[in-house]
């Protein structure tokens, strides 16, 4: 299934079966904003809302299926939206018109979710700046309390209770938050609470109390403010170019980073035969695997690596961690994705990368083509694939293992 194809109802289920999954909610009209345009196609520093809102669902550890509820009027171009920036995972989501509400937007959304989804994150496109560690706190603490669980921010202000113009009281700040998104809950709990909702309430959380569910909190992130009004826009705005230019400061010592940049890249892996072979995104069966803490996908690995250096933030250990529980098992293309979404709150894209891999098997040649295309779908940027061995000659001359080294060039966005 393809967004180009979506249904309105329920998909039958979903190919990952992914036991999670994130709601967008993009239907608002943006009145406050007052624009003329629906909220969540207003740019941010030249890109729309719910574009940068998918992309970090997108670069998240776990299979995770995306349902984007959107304008009646624009669901062709959400569905291009989300195409784009989804690639060769666009059958994990799903578009579908949204309601006349917000209520009733989350239905919608809701009714999309394929069988297989036990926890579900509801997050409004408008708070397009939401850090990935946002969603994955609040996965994990669904998972973990089986409550609803929403990120919260201590309240600063004093808070006065009025009566008209009137002060009446100091209300004691020390128990309240301000809350944001995305909200979790287990999913069948949250389908129930708002079948049996006798009224709309302001958040997801709301309608989860009313039905007598127990709502958690989790720390919440100052980026992850909601874009009401023109001051923030501005404000987003501001953000995103505060963090180009910290990116860019980063190695600097205060000289000016050139327009095109180059990164290289080197993973190796050893074979294992208990595992399955994927190379370059692709499956290669009947090969035996590459031996990681992940999938062991060397080429994937390799193109991540590029595009961190190349944008100066690292490498794809001391991003993602070569232990870290959330990613054992992940699949190449979340690494790929994390670069790009770093190297995009950095103001940069990808321009182009190329991969040489280096191994006796498995043979790529009659599936270079699908593997360029695999991996251009991931980076936004042309790749360019090619395979050699090293005639007999070390680790992977013994069939022991393989090697990738890739290049990758990336410029301002």
């Known amino acids: 299934m393809t967004t180009s194809d979506t249904p309105t109802t329920a998909p039958a289920q979903s190919p990952a079966l992914a036991a999670r999954a994130v709601v967008v909610v ?42 984007v509820v959107a304008p009646d009027d624009r669901l062709d171009e959400c569905r291009d939206l989300v195409a784009a920036v989804a690639g060769a995972a666009v059958d994990h989501t799903a ?24 926890t579900v994150l509801v997050h409004d496109a408008a708070r397009c700046l939401t850090p990935a560690s946002q969603f994955e706190r609040v996965f994990a603490a669904v998972t973990e309390s089986g409550a609803g669980v929403v990120p919260a921010l201590p309240v600063t202000d004093t808070v006065k209770r009025v009566t008209g113009d009137v002060v009446v009281e100091t209300v004691d700040r020390s128990a309240l938050v301000g809350v944001q998104t995305p909200q979790g809950f287990p999913v069948d709990d949250l389908r129930r609470a708002y079948a049996g909702a006798a009224r709309s309430e302001t958040d997801d959380a709301g309608v989860f109390s009313a039905a007598g569910g127990t709502v958690r909190t989790v720390p919440g992130d100052a980026d992850a403010f909601k874009i009401t009004t023109r001051w923030d826009l501005g404000r987003a705005e501001a953000v995103v170019a505060e963090r180009a230019a910290a990116a860019g400061a980063g190695g600097g010592g205060g000289v000016a980073a050139p327009a095109v940049r180059m990164g290289l890249g080197v993973d190796v892996h050893a074979f294992d035969a208990a595992a399955p072979c994927r190379v370059g995104l692709l499956d290669f069966p009947g090969e035996p695997g590459l031996s990681g803490h992940s999938d062991g996908d060397a080429v994937a690995h390799a193109v991540c690596d590029a595009l961190l250096s190349a944008g100066g933030l690292g490498d794809v250990g001391g991003r993602f ?48 083509q699908e593997m360029q295309d695999a991996l251009a779908a991931v980076v936004g940027a042309p790749v360019a694939v090619s395979g050699t061995t090293t005639d007999g000659l070390g680790f992977t001359g013994r069939g022991e293992g393989l090697a990738a080294i890739a290049t990758a060039l990336v410029g301002p966005v």
């Open 321 to 368: 961690g070569t232990d870290d529980p959330a990613y054992a098992g992940a699949a190449g293309d979340v690494f790929v994705r994390g670069a790009v979404e770093l190297l995009r709150a950095a103001g940069l894209a990808p321009t182009s990368v190329t991969v040489q891999v280096i191994g006796n098997r498995p043979r790529i040649g009659a599936r270079r």
């Open 95 to 118: 578009v579908v018109p949204g309601g006349a509400d917000r209520h009733t937007s989350v239905e919608a959304g809701l009714a999309a979710l394929p069988g297989s989804v036990t």
């Open 26 to 67: 993009a239907a608002g009209s943006g009145t406050r904003l007052g624009l003329g345009t629906a909220k969540a196609f207003v740019p941010v520093a030249g890109e729309v809302m719910l574009v940068r809102a998918i992309r970090t669902v997108m670069t998240l550890a776990e299979p995770t299926f995306l349902v």
